[in-house]
């Protein structure tokens, strides 16, 4: 599907600004009356450009990557980069092919059973040196100490480019996890919340952003290799139980409306929406939660 920056920007607008209610209509267990219990769910965009869903779904993909890492036998990171350019299609497509050079070859084969990886960006302070600087990060699980001076000689045939640093035993999962779906941390940001900083910008900020979104628009942003196998879940959109009567989520017994969230406040401040609840559907569990800091509703 080809890539629309204006109807991407206007689903990031309208993220939050409506939600599903759910409304239990069926008798709870040994009661003659029926629940009634109101549940309400924001009705987000999920794109990975926006700042609400983002942080969101960083942190419960961080989380199944920490446990991918911890699996691992020896987990080492390393980072692969390309040259600094302002043709961004044209450095991913170029560390596609470099990689599928490098994985084919016989030092990596011999020494790596598997892994996973993620894209990283970040825009360069010196955009005369190429506006972009693209790389992955990776995890690998080796089977035994690997010759890193020979895997960077070898990179360095391929592409032309050096490694990020040295590889190294990874001596903290949780970090590696963030590094893989986040980018690396420079000046207290990571490559993303940093981009979307870019974005926001009156200098040139449209051009990045559109470049920038319609290259990545259908790309994998992390990916496992080799022996290790993706074990990660995807986040639960329905409550599995009801929270009040605690009756097993059937569809059919509750009634599903869209409503505005400014006319869910308005219910809310003149108290004719009842007792509602909300349900963080980002968290891959079965767990009804508060309501978050920024939305003064209450749980009955």
Request: proline share 5%.
């Amino acid at each position: 599907m080809a890539f629309s920056l204006k109807k991407e920007l206007d689903r990031i607008d309208l993220c939050c600004e409506a939600v599903h209610k759910y409304t239990h209509t069926a008798k709870a267990p040994g009661q003659k009356q029926i629940c009634g219990a109101h549940v309400f769910i924001p009705i987000t965009c999920d794109s990975p450009w926006c700042r609400r869903c983002r942080p969101i779904r960083d942190r419960k993909l961080a989380r199944d990557v920490e446990k991918i890492i911890r699996a691992m036998d020896r987990p080492t990171q390393l980072s692969l980069t390309l040259t600094n350019s302002d043709d961004l299609p044209g450095m991913m497509d170029k560390m596609s092919k470099c990689y599928s050079k490098l994985i084919r070859n016989k030092l990596w084969k011999e020494y790596v059973k598997g892994g996973i990886w993620g894209r990283g960006l970040t825009i360069s302070y010196d955009p005369s040196s190429g506006l972009y600087h693209y790389h992955l990060h990776f995890v690998v699980d080796t089977y035994r100490f690997f010759p890193w001076q020979l895997l960077k000689a070898e990179w360095l045939r391929i592409s032309g480019s050096k490694m990020i640093g040295t590889p190294k035993r990874v001596i903290s999962p949780r970090a590696q996890a963030r590094e893989i779906i986040q980018g690396t941390r420079k000046g207290g940001k990571a490559d993303w919340d940093r981009l979307l900083d870019v974005f926001d910008s009156d200098e040139n900020g449209l051009e990045v952003r559109k470049e920038v979104m319609a290259a990545f628009h259908g790309k994998r942003m992390f990916q496992t290799f080799g022996s290790v196998r993706s074990n990660i879940s995807k986040p639960e959109r329905t409550p599995t139980v009801c929270p009040r009567c605690g009756k097993k989520f059937v569809y059919v017994e509750w009634i599903v409306e869209t409503v505005w969230m400014s006319d869910l406040k308005r219910e809310m401040h003149n108290g004719s929406a009842g007792s509602l609840l909300y349900f963080n559907g980002f968290g891959g569990t079965s767990a009804w939660r508060p309501p978050p800091d920024n939305v003064v509703y209450s749980a009955g």
